[in-house]
């Protein structure tokens, strides 16, 4: 049994009150308590946040980069550590917690460049002896709000940005899986960014709530469900905050007739059940183009899906763990109850898994799933995946397009015709041509549409930096005295 503490001016911090339970998903029993904090505590760490703030963003950006480079080194050197954290409160398998983790530390290595992401433009003369540039600079005291199901890599593509703008930052972790968090904090002190910069605060919607109406912090970033994403994105806007909040997804995974059926399995099976689907960029809905693409690809993708091992993620050979509570676990198993009432074809039962202990399910297939049923259009946020079968390329994108979540979609298919046009007319945020999951890499940035993003700036990359700065324009004239030459000088600088 352990206790899972605060971390706030670079030491752990405890607190009286309530705890709430965390458990080893794969025994499916409690492993230790973590804090809850009030708003006494979210305050404590975001004072220490605000008192870091001004040295913070007064150091040069390339000193802040270099305590970046430090903290990618130690991400890197501690990995094995972070995954297996991971690992035991999530449930996942450590190759993916690993993946994961590597995910975030490509987002600090971005970070690391912060002294181009920060130029500004300048313009000579836009009007007569008047010049004028731009300026980035920090807002203040952030915070994000991270889920359960990347409680590494989340965190990791929030504040090395936030931070590496000259901003201070407070991490709000799932109560579910905190521990990952203070270790990276922890990591943070080692690398030399200094006590304050980086604060932790464990706990549940107290300590969301806490964050959301506090008037010291100026900007926040969520990712999770989409009713929660609705409800910080208008509390927190409401509060005059700048907000980013990520919500939920169903994303399709469009099949043509001229597709690598063997590739596109593959990339299927791995795609819905890594993780076991707990994952937002997962792909939950197949849309099969033609009957007899549906036909080979359920072909192919039973004895991939039976052959699943599922069991404890700390098991090297596992490619499937359990689901993060029994709660979940419940949840889920009532989706596929609700998929055969309505009438869609369960071609495989996941709930035939037997285990002994934990929060286990196998992998699920329906088929012949149609829109109007709840499996298809519910976020279900596990190991069930959804074929809906249509004629036409046209009807594949209409059917993605009209979805209400506009997170991520992908399409296998070796006509680029067919590729273009999808890219080019599907109402979705991230596109994947051949690639079942499109997140992209550090360099570009991730989000959504429709109900997947209450926010109009996406998470990391350019965006990033724009999130976490404010523009500021400054337009100059210079007092000026005529030469001897006829040329104007300025009779003064700083």
């Known amino acids: 049994m352990y206790t899972v503490p605060h971390f706030i001016q670079g030491k752990q911090v405890t607190s009286k009150g309530k705890t709430l339970d965390i458990f080893n998903p794969a025994l499916g029993k409690k492993a230790g308590e973590v804090l809850v904090a009030d708003k006494t505590i979210v305050d404590q760490a975001v004072q220490a946040a605000k008192a870091a703030f001004p040295a913070w963003s007064a150091t040069s950006a390339l000193k802040r980069s270099r305590f970046l480079f430090n903290l990618r080194s130690l991400l890197e050197e501690h990995i094995a550590e972070l995954a297996e954290l991971i690992t035991k409160e999530h449930g996942k398998t450590l190759t993916d917690a690993r993946g994961s983790v590597q995910r975030g530390i490509d987002v600090v290595e971005f970070a690391c460049g912060i002294m181009s992401h920060l130029q500004g433009r300048y313009a000579e003369n836009i009007s007569t002896d008047v010049d004028s540039y731009s300026l980035r600079q920090p807002l203040g005291v952030c915070a994000g709000i991270t889920p359960f199901n990347f409680p590494a890599m989340i965190a990791l593509w929030m504040f090395p940005i936030a931070i590496a703008c000259g901003n201070t930052f407070v991490i709000k972790p799932s109560e579910k899986d905190p521990s990952c968090s203070l270790r990276i904090a922890e990591l943070c002190i080692e690398a030399g960014i200094p006590a304050g910069v980086v604060n932790v605060v464990q706990g549940d919607k107290e300590a969301v709530d806490a964050i959301l109406h506090h008037p010291d912090i100026q900007a926040v970033s969520f990712v999770g469900s989409t009713p929660v994403a609705e409800y910080v994105y208008r509390t927190a806007t409401s509060q005059f905050k700048r907000v980013q909040a990520f919500g939920g997804a169903k994303n399709h995974c469009v099949v043509m ?187 570009y940035s991730f989000g959504g549409w429709k109900r997947s993003n209450f926010a109009d700036i996406h998470l990391h990359g350019p965006e990033g930096v724009q999130f976490y700065t404010k523009l500021k324009t400054v337009t100059q004239r210079w007092p000026r005295s005529k030469t001897s030459a006829g040329f104007s000088i300025p009779t003064t600088r700083e």
């Open 257 to 443: 007739p001229d597709a690598d059926i063997d590739q596109a399995a593959d990339a299927i099976v791995s795609a819905a059940y890594g993780s076991a689907g707990e994952r937002c960029m997962a792909i939950s809905v197949v849309v099969a183009v033609g009957d007899a693409i549906a036909d080979a690809l359920i072909t192919r993708m039973q004895p991939k899906i039976k052959a699943l091992k599922i069991g404890s993620g700390i098991r090297a050979e596992v490619e499937m763990g359990p689901l993060v509570t029994q709660a979940h676990l419940e949840k889920v198993k009532s989706y596929i109850d609700l998929g055969v009432r309505e009438g869609a074809e369960l071609v495989i039962d996941g709930r035939e898994h037997q285990a002994k202990e934990g929060f286990y399910l196998g992998g699920c297939l329906f088929d012949k799933v149609t829109p109007n049923m709840k499996i298809y259009h519910d976020e279900i946020f596990g190991p069930v995946l959804s074929i809906v079968r249509v004629k036409t390329l046209a009807e594949a994108i209409q059917l993605a397009s009209e979805h209400e979540f506009g997170n991520g979609t992908a399409i296998f298919t070796r006509d680029g015709e067919a590729a273009h046009t999808f890219a080019s007319q599907v109402q979705v945020g991230m596109v994947g041509i051949n690639i079942p999951i499109p997140v992209p890499m550090a360099y």
